[in-house]
């Protein structure tokens, strides 16, 4: 009898962004919460009240105020560096029409972590700096403060600034368009 650790493979292979999709839509993944990185399938944060009020906070916000100027998405995928299709909790991406392929450009990606934050700064920030999405923001719930990373590159982002109570952070492709961190915690 064969040992079951010889049926494994040497090197697993992973997944394009293009199987990914045809996978997608053929509903391959209809029940499961997951996203694409780095060519692995990745089980997503569960919809914790915590993480879905911040995203609700930034959607009032931010809606009204980019109309016309950009697309705000909300746990939407985007094209991503290194066979990734993460799913930001919001994307700023330009106008366009994505019926056909999802944006592969943002201005801004913000995820909110409760529990996710350690994943949203190794994993997450540098494919979004290969990426070349301009400014990436990581709210962290539990810390009540904001990452606000920018200067994009294929090594990371160059610079990163943290924003807690009583702050105000603008949008850098928007800089009218402020957020306040008390009104994304509340």
Do not use: N
Not at 19 to 32: H, I, K, P
Not at 98 to 114: C, G, Q, T
């Amino acid at each position: 009898m064969l040992e079951p650790s010889l049926l494994l493979p040497e090197t697993p292979r992973p997944l394009k962004r293009s199987e990914y999709d045809r996978l997608v839509a053929l509903g391959a993944f209809e029940d499961e919460r997951i996203e694409l990185l780095c060519g692995t399938l990745v089980a997503m944060s569960p919809q914790d009240p915590r993480r879905t009020s911040p995203i609700g906070q930034l959607t009032m916000h931010l809606v009204p105020a980019l109309v016309g100027r950009a697309l705000v998405r909300i746990q939407a995928p985007i094209s991503a560096a290194d066979e990734s299709e993460p799913e930001p909790d919001v994307a700023l991406v330009p106008l366009g029409d994505y019926r056909i392929a999802h944006p592969d450009r943002a201005h801004l990606v913000i995820e909110v972590a409760v529990s996710s934050a350690k994943k949203d700064r190794l994993v997450k920030a540098p494919i979004y700096a290969r990426s070349g999405f301009a400014e990436y923001w990581l709210v962290d719930v539990d810390a009540k403060r904001i990452e606000v990373y920018v200067e994009p590159s294929p090594s990371g982002y160059g610079r990163m600034t943290l924003h807690s109570a009583g702050e105000t952070i603008s949008i850098g492709a928007f800089p009218d368009v402020a957020v306040g961190v008390d009104d994304i915690f509340g």
